[in-house]
C-alpha cells in the first residue's frame, strides 16, 4: 500500500513533543467508522535488547484468516520516554504497512489512541500517517478512571479523563479482565468496541493484535 514518506524523524523529546502537537489536530474524530469493515491490520512490536521486530497481519473479520502477513526487523528510532513510545516503533510499522499488497479497512493497534495523556497516542499517530481508519486496543489502562464493567462478555464502562471520554473498558469474554479501547482516527467508538468484539470470539485479546504478537516474537527469536 501507498504511504507517504514520513517526515524528518525527532531525535530529542522536545522535537517529539512539536510533532504531536502538531499533528494532533489533524486526527479526524467526528467521522463515522468505515460502512464496512472486512479487512483490519493488527500491528504489534516485540523487543530483545537493542533489537526490534515490527508485525503487521491482515485478517478477513469474518473468517479470521490470514490474509497477509509482513514483519521488519529494525532497532528502536527513538529512546524510551513515557508519553512518546510511538516514536520507538512507527517506522517500522509503516514500512511493514508499505510492504502489504492490500489495503486494510481498519488498523487496530496494540496500544491507545485519544486515551493518552496528550490524547495522541500510537493509533491516533498511525491513522494520520496513513490516512487510514485507526483505532487502538490496550492491555491496561494509560490515562483516565473507569467502573468495572460487568461480568458478562459485551459489557463496557466509559474511561473518563476529568470530563472527557477517552476510550471504554470493555469485557470480551465472561469473567476476563477488560481490555481498553479508544478511538485513533477516522471512526467512532461504538465501531471500534463492533469491530473487537467481532475479533474476539474466543480469548481476551483481538485475533488481529494477537497474531501480531505472535509473529513479532517468533521473528526475534529466530534472528
Same mark, same amino acid.
Given at each position: 500500500?501507498?504511504? /507517504? ?27 463515522? @467508522?468505515?460502512?464496512? !469493515?472486512? +479487512? ?15 508485525? !503487521? ?9 490470514? !490474509? ?14 513515557? @508519553?512518546? $513510545?510511538? $516514536? ?15 489495503? /486494510? ?5 496494540? @496500544? &491507545?489512541?485519544?486515551? &493518552? ?9 498511525? @491513522?494520520?500517517? +496513513? ?44 469473567? !476476563?479482565?477488560?481490555? $481498553? ?5 477516522? +471512526? ?36
Amino acid at each position: 500500500m501507498e504511504i /507517504p514518506d514520513l517526515p524528518s524523524w525527532p531525535t530529542t523529546v522536545r522535537e517529539a513533543e512539536a510533532v504531536q502537537d502538531r499533528l494532533r489536530s489533524c486526527v479526524d474524530l467526528t467521522s463515522p @467508522g468505515p460502512e464496512s !469493515v472486512r +479487512t483490519v491490520a493488527g500491528l504489534d512490536v516485540a523487543y530483545a535488547e537493542d533489537r526490534l521486530a515490527a508485525a !503487521v497481519v491482515v485478517l478477513d473479520v469474518d473468517r479470521l484468516e490470514v !490474509v497477509e502477513e509482513i514483519v521488519v526487523r529494525d532497532r528502536p528510532s527513538f529512546p524510551y520516554v513515557p @508519553g512518546l $513510545f510511538a $516514536f520507538r516503533e512507527l517506522p517500522a510499522l509503516i514500512e511493514g504497512l508499505r510492504r502489504l499488497s492490500v489495503t /486494510p479497512d481498519l488498523l487496530i493497534c496494540d @496500544g &491507545h489512541g485519544l486515551a &493518552h495523556p496528550k490524547r495522541f497516542g500510537l493509533a491516533c499517530h498511525l @491513522g494520520v500517517l +496513513t490516512g487510514l481508519p485507526a483505532i487502538g486496543v490496550g492491555k491496561t489502562r494509560l490515562v483516565g478512571a473507569y467502573d468495572e464493567p460487568g461480568a458478562d462478555r459485551g459489557s463496557w464502562s466509559n474511561v473518563t479523563d476529568g470530563d472527557e471520554v477517552v476510550g471504554r473498558a470493555l469485557r470480551t469474554q465472561t469473567g !476476563v479482565r477488560p481490555i $481498553f479501547v479508544s478511538v485513533g482516527h477516522l +471512526t467512532d467508538l461504538e465501531t471500534a468496541c463492533e469491530v473487537t468484539l467481532r475479533l474476539t470470539p474466543r480469548y481476551r485479546l483481538p485475533e488481529s493484535t494477537r497474531r501480531a504478537d505472535r509473529l513479532s516474537r517468533r521473528a526475534l527469536a529466530a534472528s
